[in-house]
């Protein structure tokens, strides 16, 4: 019963279980009622999802440089009680339920999902084998 990282929109695994978008804004142009029928997210959880700012920091990241200080601001972010709970939370769910985080971004390794994955597994997350996107 494990935990998925994905990109939202693409297709889903046949046990991935629930959903959750950690992205700070809805995909655009779908109707809130297609969110889950168009594989995007079942529920939308954006106190996991960078700021507009550092979003737009890590976007623009050219060097390993710049994607360290995304990393290092995202993580900043995330050091809020309502946050730390949440991680802790998935850790938790992911040993018992199948579900999965996601945004939109197309390469894990230059995404928040990456930093996501990593503050999972050190709170004892369990993930699916094929995960990485």
């Known amino acids: 019963m494990p935990l998925r990282v994905v990109q939202l929109g693409s297709p889903r695994a046949a046990d991935e279980g629930t959903r959750i978008g950690t992205v700070r804004r809805p995909p655009r142009g779908v109707p809130k009622a297609a969110f889950a029928s168009g594989n995007w997210y ?3 959880f954006p106190v996991l999802a960078p700021s507009a700012d550092t979003m ?5 990241a050219e060097t390993p440089q710049q994607w360290s200080a995304f990393v290092r601001k995202f ?3 995330l050091n809020t009680p309502e946050a730390q709970q949440s ?3 998935l850790a938790v769910l ?3 339920a199948n ?5 939109y971004c197309e ?3 230059r995404c928040h999902r990456s930093v996501l994955r990593e ?3 050190a709170r004892g997350a369990v993930f699916a084998d094929d995960d990485r996107a």
């Open 94 to 96: 992911s040993r018992d």
């Open 42 to 44: 079942d529920v939308w």
């Open 75 to 77: 993580k900043a972010e």
């Open 107 to 109: 390469h894990e390794g």
């Open 99 to 103: 579900l999965s985080v996601g945004c």
């Open 119 to 121: 503050l999972l597994a």
């Open 56 to 60: 737009k920091q890590g976007r623009e």
């Open 87 to 89: 991680l802790d939370l």
